[in-house]
């Protein structure tokens, strides 16, 4: 059965630092999405992107935040500068269309930023 | 501004004994209500989309229902495999996101 597919498993870096974050969606899905799950609270919602360019995002996406299909398989979400607060889990997700398509979710990626 | 709320926040259950989960939204528009389970440390996993009120779905031991105001999920029979944290998330109409609940956290003990 097809799947979303991330890496790395985990992340640890310094403050300050770039990040990128990968992601290989469901190969005929077309809608792709990015969430982040801080310990212990809700899954949020962070961007989607849509025929290569964002089609929504978040108050949490700001400058430091963008995203990237540099092929056709991945997606990325990269993070300029981490902060402390950056740390959480990252989940990708990708839809076959949009409207109420199910989104399928990705194993996800666990950062820490120092 | 969409709310879901979820409850309880935790549920401890004997094998077999059959309980609910509840999901209630104040959304405007609802496109569709999703329930995903979710193990710890990993990403959520789909279970079911539920589009109108009034709409049932079923898969294996659990069941999803919906109103125009909420939704449960029944959990029937649980055995300690259905163990996680069960989430509820809406997508509005005119929008692709999915707003998610705070999740119940179930643990059934065999």
């Known amino acids: 059965e097809p799947e979303v597919t991330q890496t790395p498993s985990h992340q640890v870096t310094q403050m300050g630092q770039e990040v990128i974050l990968r992601c290989v969606p469901i190969?005929?899905?077309?809608?792709f999405y990015w969430y982040r799950q801080i310990l212990g609270q809700k899954v949020e919602f962070l961007v989607s992107?849509?025929?290569?360019?964002?089609?929504?995002k978040s108050e949490i996406f700001d400058d430091q935040f963008s995203v990237e299909r540099p092929d056709g398989s991945n997606f990325t979400l990269k993070i300029r500068s981490t902060k402390l607060e950056d740390s959480a889990m990252y989940f990708c997700?990708?839809?076959?269309?949009?409207?109420?398509?199910?989104?399928?979710f990705g194993p996800g990626t666990r950062l820490l930023v120092l | 501004e969409d709310q879901v709320t979820q409850s309880p926040e935790a549920l401890r259950l004997q094998e077999g004994e059959s309980s609910s989960l509840n999901c209630s939204y104040t959304?405007?528009?609802?496109?569709?209500l999703f329930w995903y389970r979710q193990d710890p440390g990993k990403g959520p996993e789909f279970l079911f989309t539920?589009?109108?009120a009034g709409e049932e779905k079923e898969k294996e031991r659990l069941k999803a229902t919906l109103t125009k105001k909420e939704s449960f999920l029944h959990i029937t029979a649980p055995k300690p495999e259905d163990s996680a944290t069960y989430l509820c998330?809406?997508?509005?109409?005119?929008?692709?996101?999915?707003?998610f609940g705070a999740g119940t956290t179930v643990t059934v003990r065999a």
């Open positions: 992107f849509y025929n290569n360019e964002i089609s929504e």
């Open positions: 998330a809406v997508q509005v109409r005119n929008d692709y996101k999915l707003s």
């Open positions: 190969s005929n899905h077309l809608y």
């Open positions: 539920l589009y109108s």
């Open positions: 959304v405007s528009g609802l496109r569709g």
């Open positions: 997700a990708s839809a076959s269309g949009g409207g109420a398509k199910t989104q399928y």
